[in-house]
């Protein structure tokens, strides 16, 4: 069982509280993989690379935190969760950075609506009312826009629609009070969750095992249980043993 619980949920070979240096460990690991996934998404839709504004860089960093999770024994259940919520939260990252480039260098300009249709918006759940446009110059968008677009607007409709002028992100509706910070308010609480799961990750996956503590037995002031048993030289103590029998020579 103890086995068992060690594979599945991590070692955690710690009495008591976690030591202030697993906990920043787990802190620095957690706060890495968020700004590594949010950031690559937030690059990719300001520069244009594609392989980054997909979501594909965002996915590659959750992999990579992944596989830095399982290199330091972390219980298997809690790598799971976080590749789960890394990969969510990766999938989920190009809209809230393509939200964040238009606050910040898009451009408002009128359009005129040219149908209107019941369909599934792109990230959203429930069906939406989606619109078919042209600009000033009667030249369709290659997008249709659902943001302001709803069960009352008809053919001939005028809507407003913001746009970069790079075009590294489509055109999207205008939302009223839309900024930076309110593109990825709704990612917060997924890239909170994700932070505190690769902290406890990291947090439980201490392991004990093969450490040369000079004092062995005993549970020590920091809260780490020391393994019971012979004391085990290190390599400083070892040079410096063999630096005196060869002096005494």
């Given at each position: 069982?103890?086995?068992?619980?060690?594979?599945?949920?991590?070692?955690?070979?710690?009495?008591?509280?976690?030591?202030?240096?697993?906990?920043?460990?787990?802190?620095?690991?957690?706060?890495l993989g968020v700004t590594a996934i949010l950031g690559t998404a937030l690059v990719g839709a300001w520069t244009?690379?594609?392989?980054?504004?997909?979501?594909?860089?965002?996915?590659?960093?959750?992999?990579?935190?992944?596989?830095?999770?399982?290199?330091?024994?972390?219980?298997?259940?809690?790598?799971?969760?976080?590749?789960?919520?890394?990969?969510?939260?990766?999938?989920?990252?190009?809209?809230?950075?393509?939200?964040?480039?238009?606050?910040?260098?898009?451009?408002?300009?009128?359009?005129?609506?040219?149908?209107?249709?019941?369909?599934?918006?792109?990230?959203?759940?429930?069906?939406?009312?989606?619109?078919?446009?042209?600009?000033?110059?009667?030249?369709?968008?290659?997008?249709?826009?659902?943001?302001?677009?709803?069960?009352?607007?008809?053919?001939?409709?005028?809507?407003?629609?913001?746009?970069?002028?790079?075009?590294?992100?489509?055109?999207?509706?205008?939302?009223?009070?839309?900024?930076?910070?309110?593109?990825?308010?709704?990612?917060?609480?997924?890239?909170?969750?994700?932070?505190?799961?690769?902290?406890?990750?990291?947090?439980?996956?201490?392991?004990?095992?093969?450490?040369?503590?000079?004092?062995?037995?005993?549970?020590?002031?920091?809260?780490?249980?020391?393994?019971?048993?012979?004391?085990?030289?290190?390599?400083?103590?070892?040079?410096?043993?063999?630096?005196?029998?060869?002096?005494?020579?």
């Amino acid at each position: 069982m103890t086995h068992l619980r060690t594979t599945v949920w991590g070692p955690a070979e710690f009495a008591g509280f976690p030591p202030r240096r697993l906990v920043v460990h787990g802190m620095v690991t957690g706060l890495l993989g968020v700004t590594a996934i949010l950031g690559t998404a937030l690059v990719g839709a300001w520069t244009g690379l594609s392989a980054l504004a997909d979501g594909a860089g965002g996915l590659a960093c959750a992999a990579a935190l992944v596989l830095y999770l399982w290199w330091v024994g972390a219980g298997r259940a809690l790598v799971g969760a976080v590749a789960v919520l890394g990969v969510f939260l990766a999938l989920q990252a190009p809209q809230a950075a393509a939200g964040v480039v238009l606050a910040e260098r898009g451009r408002v300009q009128p359009v005129v609506v040219t149908a209107v249709q019941e369909g599934r918006a792109p990230g959203r759940e429930s069906d939406r009312y989606v619109c078919s446009v042209t600009d000033a110059h009667g030249v369709p968008l290659k997008v249709r826009i659902w943001r302001g677009c709803g069960d009352a607007t008809r053919p001939g409709d005028a809507l407003a629609v913001v746009y970069d002028p790079r075009g590294t992100v489509p055109p999207r509706g205008l939302e009223p009070g839309a900024g930076g910070i309110g593109a990825l308010r709704d990612l917060v609480s997924w890239a909170a969750v994700l932070g505190a799961g690769c902290a406890i990750t990291v947090i439980r996956s201490y392991r004990l095992s093969g450490q040369p503590w000079a004092v062995p037995g005993a549970e020590q002031s920091d809260g780490l249980r020391r393994p019971a048993g012979r004391r085990v030289r290190t390599c400083r103590t070892a040079g410096v043993s063999r630096w005196r029998r060869f002096t005494r020579r």
